[in-house]
């Protein structure tokens, strides 16, 4: 949860110390990245997901920002390299109309999509809408 600070304008005078705050929700992927991050040992400092900067455990495929790690694993520049390009490859997926149980079967062989979809409140028969950005290239993020 994201919270941001405001100032507020009063009667054309700036008053710094009076400050509102609104709060954003994180999106259906975003929140489906996070559970799969979790589920994938990010919260375990000393894993290699978290060594490799690659919180969805992704195949290197030539990611932006991405080396070929340990066991095939993309490695990572910096974590934010590696939480955007799990977010892209999430969008990728659903755009294409796969749905999360689709998704989830590909990404594990033991598979926790059941507990993704119980975390997240989407149902594995889902395809969740994707805003697709200016400037994301989705052939560049597919890979299928």
Known sequence: MMILLCPLLVSSLYVPAVFCYVEQRPTQIERIAASI?????????????RRQHNPGALVFARQPGARRGKNAYAWFETDAHGKAALM?????????GMTLGQIMARWSEKSYGKQVARETGVREDEVV????????????????
Do not use: C, I, T
């Open 37 to 49: 991050s979790v589920h994938e040992g990010w919260n375990n400092l000393h894993s290699l997901v």
């Open 88 to 96: 892209a490859d999430l969008r990728a997926k659903f755009s294409r």
């Open 129 to 144: 809408p994707v805003n697709l950005a200016a400037g994301f290239d989705l052939q560049a993020h597919a890979g299928l």
